[in-house]
T-cell receptor, first 111, second 115 residues
């Protein structure tokens, strides 16, 4: 869907705590989802992906959960570190060529 | 492996001027994407190439924006004439095959400011 402008949703966590970033996607036909991390002055960087035939996928310190019933995606980061501070985007794809990015969530990690 | 290269990194122009951005994708990647990212928003796809053919340019403002990918390798995106609302970061990305279900590798972007 359309983004909301300059004021990104923000999540502030203490170093060492777990972070959960949420995303609502728009198209019930979407069958592939990706989380990207974007640090200041850089392009988005792939973190983890999940296909619609799964409801959970784990990577190194990250877990993605998919709830197709309510069209909701979440990214969990374990033991959050200062280097995790960035803007996180979820993206969806319907199997066609176009990937649609969400508006993003800014994660601040307090030392 | 070298990443996606973009130039210039920054550009300041006045409205109604022209500007061009260049992108060199990861070697061997068939698909190249240009995105526009306005401050505080997610990237929005402008155009997608598969080799040197256009796959999707439905969100490209064709009255002022143009893009080409001659020889199916590097690409240029041009804005002529620029408007104030074109101020954004222009991201180039590439992927090995295309078709959607694969990781896109992004360059650092070109930050454009139109005065």
């Amino acid at each position: 869907g359309e983004s909301v402008g300059l004021h990104l949703p923000t999540l502030s966590v203490q170093e060492g705590d777990n972070s959960i970033i949420n995303c609502a996607y728009s198209n019930s036909a979407s069958d592939y989802f990706i989380w990207y991390k974007q640090e200041s002055g850089k392009g988005p960087q792939f973190i983890i992906d999940i296909r619609s035939n799964m409801d959970k996928r784990q990577g190194q310190r990250v877990t993605v959960l998919l709830n197709k019933t309510v069209k909701h995606l979440s990214l969990q980061i374990a033991a959050t570190q200062p280097g995790d501070s960035a803007v996180y985007f979820c993206a969806e794809n319907t199997g066609g060529f176009k990937t649609i990015f969400g508006a993003g969530t800014r994660l601040f990690v307090k030392a | 492996e070298a990443g996606v290269a973009q130039s210039p990194r920054y550009k300041i122009i006045e409205k109604r001027q022209s500007v061009a951005f260049w992108c060199n994708p990861i070697s061997g990647h068939a698909t190249l994407y240009w995105y526009q990212q306005i401050l505080g928003q997610g990237p929005k796809l402008l155009i997608q190439f598969q080799n040197n053919g256009v796959v999707d340019d439905s969100q490209l403002p064709k009255d002022r924006f143009s893009a080409e990918r001659l020889k199916g390798v590097d690409s240029t995106l041009k804005i002529q004439p620029a408007k104030l609302e074109d101020s954004a970061v222009y991201l180039c990305a590439s992927s090995p095959i295309g078709g959607g279900r694969e990781t896109q590798y992004f360059g650092p972007g070109t930050r454009l400011l139109v005065l």
